[in-house]
T-cell receptor, first 114, second 112 residues
Framework: AQSVTQPDIHITVSEGASLELRCNYS??????LFWYVQSPGQGLQLLLKYFSGDTLVQGIKGFEAEFKRSQSSFNLRKPSVHWSDAAEYFC????????????FGSGTRLLVRP | DVKVTQSSRYLVKRTGEKVFLECVQD?????MFWYRQDPGLGLRLIYF???????EKGDIPEGYSVSREKKERFSLILESASTNQTSMYLCASRTGGVYEQYFGPGTRLTVT
């Protein structure tokens, strides 16, 4: 069965610093990969997704993620963090043979220091 | 823009009460979902509906039921609320054949 691991529960960065949030998945083939963001008191918003092709994908709000098959990873990055990026971030996996289900990681809470 | 709305942002109920959480989407999506979100556990799927009157159990269906009488509306029912059902409940929808799900703002339910 597929699974998703986000090893960092909390991350704190200074405003203007770069950011990388880690995501590792377990699945026999290449799954469909997603990053969602949840601002305080809000539902989840899709940041970006990877299905196939170019392994570096661009998303909204200046985020990007890179799929690395050899490491079973799909890490989220942003070159310069803004205070408004403080939120919880979820990585999710959708297996092609489980067409309706997304498996979510436990989330990483990002705190931004002024 | 896809809009998924949930009937309440905050709800407080007593143990043993029957609780209804309502979700409405305005994009004619075939599929709708109910998740439960708890700290450190991420989102866990309670129930899924792939069409009107069609439903499937997710990973944690115990203590919950669902109803989908109209395409745009998906209800989560707690037949007899218990304190361990205190949580954030998120509804989502998507069109068939794609994976992206669109989420509502969530209902924070407290059972006392």
């Amino acid at each position: 069965a597929q699974s998703v691991t986000q090893p960092d529960i909390h991350i704190t960065v200074s405003e203007g610093a770069s950011l990388e949030l880690r995501c590792n998945y377990s699945y026999g083939a290449t799954p469909y990969l997603f990053w969602y963001v949840q601002s305080p008191g809000q539902g989840l918003q899709l940041l970006l997704k990877y299905f196939s092709g170019d392994t570096l994908v661009q998303g909204i709000k200046g985020f990007e993620a890179e799929f690395k098959r050899s490491q079973s990873s799909f890490n989220l990055r942003k070159p310069s963090v803004h205070w408004s990026d403080a939120a919880e971030y979820f990585c999710a996996v959708g297996a092609p043979d489980s067409s309706y289900k997304l498996i979510f990681g436990s989330g990483t809470r990002l705190l931004v220091r002024p | 823009d896809v809009k998924v709305t949930q009937s309440s942002r905050y709800l407080v109920k007593r143990t043993g009460e029957k609780v209804f959480l309502e979700c409405v989407q305005d994009m004619d999506h075939e599929n709708m979902f109910w998740y439960r979100q708890d700290p450190g556990l991420g989102l866990r799927l309670i129930y899924f509906s792939y069409d009107v009157k069609m439903k499937e159990k997710g990973d944690i269906p115990e203590g919950y039921s669902v109803s989908r009488e109209k395409k745009e509306r998906f209800s989560l029912i707690l037949e007899s609320a218990s304190t361990n059902q205190t949580s954030m409940y998120l509804c989502a929808s998507r069109t068939g054949g794609v994976y992206e799900q669109y989420f509502g703002p969530g209902t924070r339910l407290t059972v006392t």
